[in-house]
């Protein structure tokens, strides 16, 4: 009796485990995913933005870098819509958005986009669960 209530436990443990790792994380405010490399972007700021060399008005168009990380901060959701700031390092020149650049992008974009970083760091993550641990000899003498 007990054999078989162990076999129904690893059946439905291994039933439930691939259905619990596909579970979407929810886009709210404060959620932050990268950026890609060389990414257009549309200002959206009132006031149009400026970084060390260059300045962009509202409509006009800069890019992301690609030599340096940088994320979107989820600020505002607004029906299909998001506002997201651009996120980097405080000092770029020629035509890199500065920090704090805001754009709108689609909300399933955003979301897809969110849901696809989570999926690649929890891959990344448990890639590193199933890595070796290395053995260390005691102190030499």
């Known amino acids: 009796m007990i054999s078989l209530a162990v076999k129904c436990l690893i059946v ?6 691939p ?3 596909c579970i979407a994380v929810e886009l709210e405010i404060g959620s932050r995913f990268p950026a ?6 549309v200002v959206k700021n009132d006031a149009g933005v400026r970084n060390e060399t260059a300045s962009f008005g509202f409509g006009e168009v800069c890019y992301s870098s ?3 990380k940088t994320w979107f901060v ?4 607004v029906g299909d819509q998001v506002l997201v700031e651009f996120e ?3 000092s770029v020149f020629g035509d890199a958005c500065p920090n704090g650049t ?4 689609p909300f399933v974009q955003a979301r897809s986009r969110l849901n696809a970083f989570a999926a690649d760091t929890e891959q990344h993550f448990m890639e590193e669960l199933q890595r070796p641990v290395p053995r260390f000899r005691g102190p030499r003498e």
Request: overall charge positive; some cysteine; hydrophobic content about 40%.
């Open 19 to 21: 259905v619990t790792r």
């Open 12 to 17: 439905c443990c291994v039933l439930v485990l």
């Open 102 to 105: 805001q754009t709108s992008i």
């Open 74 to 77: 989820v600020m505002r959701i």
């Open 66 to 68: 690609d030599q340096v």
């Open 36 to 41: 890609g490399q060389n990414e257009k972007i």
């Open 88 to 90: 980097c390092v405080p």
